[in-house]
């Protein structure tokens, strides 16, 4: 397709996207740094109250609990779904709280702490969909001024975060049950390896930096997978949005490059695709985890497009003529 003013908007919009993806990145990597932390100094009060020389006979560890850390367990479930009622039906059962042997306690925190982190990644990956989705609006929408306007003012614009954005696409993308998933399969990680580090006879900084590690990289692949696959949905789904009442018609655009997938090419060279029938993940992108791809207006007969579009919103054909100019 020929370098279109609309391909070079969207060329400037996703550059600002990219910016912000980094801008997220980098804060979660400040927060999984201090989960990190924090969860190495749990190991080392673990280590300071049953081991000794910085090693853990396995066999303590199968002894009942401190009566006061399981109600203290108990306490910190309850608060959490209090303050996130959405995760509530994560909450374990009071009376299996009390049958936890210290294994099983320590085990039981590393589970909530993966909830606690998945609740704050929601709400910050969530904030950031929610501006994607805002500024891909503004920077398509062809009329109302909005699209001949400068392209550095429109990609420096925050983007409006609502509380209703937040919920749309924590639920209905389902970012919510990708991060519980997410985290419910890293905490199991986490006790398998402390299970299984305690037993090998690990030292306290062994299991301390091996815990570290693994905490940080699964969360980071996750909220990056998160962060690329639904931004890409979002942009697309608000792409549509915006184009839908002048076009019926799409193409698929990929970045052109030695990364893009034989399905995405393929796509690419097919269509044009009905916007009625557009499917994320058959037509549409995403296509797959980490899909980069895009869509891009599709019209076969100009002239007729024109004459709908001047009858369709009571303009000039001069209008007409410069909206379907940044298309072709």
């Known amino acids: 397709m020929a370098d279109t003013y609309w391909i070079k908007r969207q060329i400037d919009l996703l550059k600002a996207l990219e910016k912000d993806e980094e801008k997220i990145k980098k804060r979660l990597a400040k927060l999984y740094l201090q989960d990190a932390q924090m969860l ?5 009060l673990y280590y300071a109250k049953y081991g000794e020389n910085g090693v ?10 401190d009566p006061v850390q399981r109600e203290q367990i108990w306490k910190n479930w309850e608060s959490f779904a209090q303050s996130h009622p959405e995760y509530a039906h994560l909450t374990p059962q009071r009376e299996n709280i009390y049958k936890l042997n210290r294994l099983e306690a320590e085990q039981e925190s590393i589970r909530l702490r993966a909830m606690e982190s998945a609740a704050r990644d929601e709400q910050l990956i969530t904030a950031h969909l929610s501006k994607v989705s805002e500024r891909t609006r503004i920077g398509t929408n062809i009329r109302g001024g909005a699209f001949h306007k400068g392209l550095a003012e429109i990609a420096s614009r925050p983007g409006r975060v609502t509380a209703a954005d937040m919920s749309y696409y924590a639920t209905t993308l389902g970012v919510r049950d990708y991060l519980i998933t997410d985290r419910l399969k890293m905490a199991k990680y986490l006790q398998t390896d402390f299970a299984q580090g305690i037993a090998r006879g690990d030292s306290y900084k ?18 990056h997978r998160i962060i690329y696959t639904e931004g890409t949905h979002v942009h697309a789904e608000a792409s549509k949005e915006a184009i839908k009442e002048d076009f019926t018609e799409y193409t698929f655009s990929t970045y052109n490059d030695d990364k ?20 994320a993940g058959v037509n549409f992108p995403p296509m797959h985890p980490y899909c980069r791809c895009r869509i891009e207006p599709h019209v076969s007969d100009w002239d007729k497009w024109m004459d709908d579009y001047v009858e369709r919103h009571s303009t000039t054909k001069e209008e007409a003529q410069k909206i379907a100019g940044d298309f072709r």
Request: proline share 2%; glycine share 2%.
């Open 206 to 223: 062994k299991m301390a930096k091996d815990l570290s590690d693994r905490l940080q990289n699964v969360s980071r692949k996750d909220a």
């Open 260 to 279: 893009v997938c034989k399905i995405c090419r393929a796509l690419e060279d097919h269509g044009p695709f009905k916007l009625s029938e557009a499917t």
């Open 56 to 65: 853990i006979e396995f066999r303590k560890l199968l002894e009942a609990a």
């Open 40 to 44: 190495e100094r749990e190991i080392a």
